[in-house]
């Protein structure tokens, strides 16, 4: 192909008429030469395809911007980086990602199946590039209004399982599975589903599931073994491996759920928080225990710096328990009893880091309902932590059958929460908002002698003035804790992260805050810090 170079109107003339003639007579190829050099790009890249000059075309389309043309010639070629690159310009991303898929570049098809919103595929490559966090956000991403969901189900399961996560395959696959017959369209969705529920440790449901498929076709290729594996890891064997596992060391806690243990995992070797669920809460709760373990397994896939981490969750003799990060430090109760006026620095780093984990758990679903100083602590590296995520949704529960037995927690609760109604995200929102009043003015903004006058007070009851119980806080401030304690919902902030968005515009000296030590919390001391973890 010759060289293009800076032609006058009349050469240009002169080579399109040139190459019109070329083309009467059938030269194709010559004709798209003088095409090009007369820079009529889209004509002469036709003309070379034409001539089955495949890499001319892709030149010539790619000249003229006709960039998904241009890859698909370099393809036919074999020249697919390039193709790839241009299908990438031309925005075509899950082209480029599949020609990446082809050569094996799964970082970079990952990224560009994730631009594309193909949230299955992208999952597909992050975990062939062995990037599975990010293949775990890409796949929980992947729902039932994306192409090819119900298709792409059971591979995207193999791979939840693969990476450690069988509730995300119960999530998805449950549901499908409800009241259905079993038939050949579903067969896979209920092995997938019995494999699921043995991971963890579910094996009476798992053997259920089994079954199910043996009476649909009793020549079911390995079904057999999975029923005699179950066996094998019954619930007797579990129990005894918990009953190894954990030592006790000491008691740390008590309340109307049960004790908390500081305990010793003597398989991982390392210091946990073992909570035993209350027998007394347990008895006639038989969906009580379901909820338990089902709620501890969605908070364990919970990883964030602020969130207590749920490590494990199953039975023990007759108690059942989870294992979760053992906190040493105070709670924010505690805080506001020894440092009250809390210095409003502090307060804001708080609340900030409250907000950020509200969000990361709200994100993946999940709802903790019960708010609260008494449920946040401050470690000794100053660092903030969310604690009960996964029983607060038992207590919830169990106001509603009897709310005598939480006497106490009803001052942070939201208003629908005492109506017995729907409760969402918001509720979380609106307790924060109790958290904060109470860290900001030393007292819950509603108090009482019975719950019937918290009860009360939460519904119709208005906040009380922020500014005169600490006229110190700064006016944005005294609006967010408003606005999250509104008594209708929709009157809240929608989301936590708008609410930590507020947050992150009080400026400072111009609110008076004096900002020291940016997001950086002082309770704890360099002296009390290594006293705390010598000891």
Known sequence: MNTVKKKTAEEKEYL?????????????AEAADLYF?????????????????????????????EYNASGDNYLKVSQYEKAAKIYTLGREF??????FLKLRNYPEAGKLYERAGAYFNAGEAFFLAHQEERALENLEKANETNPGYLKNLGRMS?????????????????????????????????DILGKAYTHIGKYQKAKDVYLKILEFDPFSPGIQQELMKISELGDELLEMHNRERYHKMEEVGRGAMGVVYKAE????KRVVALKILDKSVIKGHRDIINLFLSEAEKVAQLKHPNIVTVFDRGKIADDYFISMEFIEGITLM???????????????VISKKLFTALSHAHQKGIIHRDIK?????????????VLDFSIAVLRDDLIKENSEMVLGTPRYMSPEQFENAVTDHRTDIYSAGVTLFHLVTGNPPFDGASLTEIRGKHLDAPIPPIKELRPDTPAKLIRIIETCMAKRQEDRFPQASIVLSELNKISGANEGIIINGGDKLNVFTDKERTAAITR
């Open 373 to 385: 100083p008494g449920n946040i602590m401050i470690n000794y590296e100053n660092e903030v932590k």
């Open 158 to 190: 193999e791979l939840f399982l693969q990476m450690g996560q069988p509730q995300a395959v119960i999530d998805r696959v449950e549901p499908l599975t409800w009241d259905k017959q079993l038939d050949e369209a579903n067969v896979d969705w209920f």
């Open 265 to 268: 995992d003597l398989e991982l």
């Open 334 to 348: 505690e805080l506001i009893r020894e440092q009250h006026p809390i210095p409003l620095e502090g307060i804001l």
């Open 94 to 99: 899950k082209k480029a990602a599949g020609v």
């Open 16 to 28: 399109k008429n040139a190459a019109g003639h070329a083309f009467d007579l059938g030269n194709f």
């Open 37 to 65: 050099q007369a820079e009529e790009f889209g004509k002469a890249a036709e003309l070379f395809e034409w001539a089955k000059e495949y890499e001319k075309a892709a030149l010539c389309y790619f000249k003229n911007q």
